[in-house]
């Protein structure tokens, strides 16, 4: 029998230090949604 060849592992994709500020944007994305729906919701009287 031929010999068959080793499969290679995929290197891990290392931690990204973007993570962080992707995670910050996100929640001021949250704040600034939240400010919006909450003046809608006053101008229609809910």
Sequence with gaps: MAKQK????KP???ARPD???SFQD???AGIISGLITA???KLLGW
Aim: charge should be positive; hydrophobic fraction near 40%.
């Design 6 to 9: 080793k499969k290679r592992r």
């Design 19 to 21: 993570r962080k500020e």
């Design 39 to 41: 003046a809608i919701l």
């Design 12 to 14: 891990k994709p290392a």
């Design 26 to 28: 996100n929640i001021l």
